[in-house]
């Protein structure tokens, strides 16, 4: 027979270490999907992380308006 004990502090710590990996795995699988199926597709990669693009033409005031 094998006794082993766990500290609840330890314990609680290893579930939510397991449980955070297991729900970040489908949405790491997505993103690497999504870049790959764009590679194929012949398309830019894009990085949504990266923000809005800059677009200035003019209409709101750039940066050389006075």
Do not use: N, W
């Amino acid at each position: 027979m094998i006794l082993a004990y766990i500290d609840p502090g330890t314990g609680s710590m290893v579930i939510q270490l397991l449980l955070a990996s297991l729900l970040s795995i489908p949405f790491l699988f997505r993103r690497a999907v999504t870049r790959t199926v764009r590679r194929l597709q012949g398309k830019p990669d894009v990085d949504p992380s990266a923000g809005p693009a800059e677009h200035d033409h003019g209409e709101q005031g750039g940066k050389g308006d006075a």
